[in-house]
């Protein structure tokens, strides 16, 4: 009878770990979650059905994380609100998903430019799409990070 007591324990366990894990990655910590909860915030039993049900499907807590950590970093990436059922809907196609790539892109006073290694040299695109050499100091290219 203790024995079923102690594994009844261990998945309530498992699973407020991964609820926990979850509102980690949404930038909350267990503190925050606590106080959330005490005010009706967070409803913390509406969490752990989810969890439960994520926890069938990855088979253990450590592969229920990391399910969670991909959709995570995928949604993030695109800005996106995520839930813990998103890594149920995304589950068969968690190894595809990848986060945004971060780029820096080359600009000049607002317009794109663009890197010739045949001509060793910057252009600078026009609005009309003309190709403009450009002649101004490199300290002068401004670059801004975009994501693809």
């Given at each position: 009878?203790?024995?079923?007591?102690?594994?009844?324990?261990?998945?309530?366990?498992?699973?407020?770990?991964?609820?926990?894990?979850?509102?980690?990655?949404?930038?909350?910590?267990?503190?925050?979650?606590?106080?959330?909860?005490?005010?009706?915030?967070?409803?913390?039993?509406?969490?752990?059905?989810?969890?439960?049900?994520?926890?069938?499907?990855?088979?253990?807590?450590?592969?229920?994380?990391?399910?969670?950590?991909?959709?995570?970093?995928?949604?993030?990436?695109?800005?996106?609100?995520?839930?813990?059922?998103?890594?149920?809907?995304?589950?068969?196609?968690?190894?595809?998903?990848?986060?945004?790539?971060?780029?820096?892109?080359?600009?000049?006073?607002?317009?794109?430019?663009?890197?010739?290694?045949?001509?060793k040299k910057w252009?600078?695109?026009?609005?009309?799409?003309?190709?403009?050499?450009f002649n101004d100091?490199?300290?002068?290219?401004?670059?801004?990070?975009?994501?693809?």
């Amino acid at each position: 009878m203790t024995d079923k007591k102690t594994r009844k324990k261990e998945k309530e366990t498992s699973i407020q770990q991964i609820v926990n894990h979850y509102f980690n990655t949404k930038g909350l910590t267990l503190d925050e979650i606590k106080k959330s909860a005490k005010k009706k915030k967070i409803i913390y039993s509406r969490f752990t059905r989810p969890a439960k049900q994520l926890l069938s499907l990855a088979g253990s807590v450590k592969k229920a994380k990391e399910a969670i950590d991909r959709v995570a970093s995928w949604a993030i990436s695109r800005n996106l609100d995520y839930a813990i059922e998103t890594v149920f809907k995304k589950w068969l196609e968690l190894d595809r998903l990848k986060p945004k790539e971060i780029v820096k892109k080359p600009f000049y006073h607002g317009s794109p430019m663009v890197w010739s290694e045949t001509k060793k040299k910057w252009f600078v695109i026009s609005e009309d799409g003309e190709w403009l050499e450009f002649n101004d100091s490199e300290k002068e290219i401004e670059w801004k990070i975009t994501t693809h």
